[in-house]
């Protein structure tokens, strides 16, 4: 299965010319292919950015990433410290 759209070496391209455009006043980005693209706020310029970055990660797999986080609670026992619980829970 070959991945459709932008190679890789073009993701990365776009990625280092959005990268040099974040800190330009203008919000304008040209890409190695020729386009040049003028972003209206830094916050689309940098959702651009995310999207290239995504995409990348992504590259050849054919599907968005999907993440889990782990979900824990600090201390010893389900009340952890500092909420003794019931009587001979915890550390008291």
């Excluded at 990625?15 to 040099?20: M, P, R, Y």
């Excluded at 190695?32 to 689309?44: L, Q």
């Amino acid at each position: 299965m070959t991945p459709q759209g932008p190679s890789l070496s073009d993701l990365q391209g776009y990625l280092a010319a959005i990268n040099k455009a974040v800190g330009d006043p203008a919000l304008s980005v040209r890409y190695p292919d020729g386009r040049a693209v003028t972003f209206r706020s830094m916050d689309e310029l940098l959702k651009a950015k995310a999207s290239v970055e995504d995409q990348i990660r992504n590259y050849g797999t054919g599907h968005a990433s999907k993440s889990t986080l782990a979900q824990h609670r600090r201390g010893d026992g389900p009340f952890g410290p500092g909420f003794p619980g019931p009587p001979g829970w915890g550390y008291w």
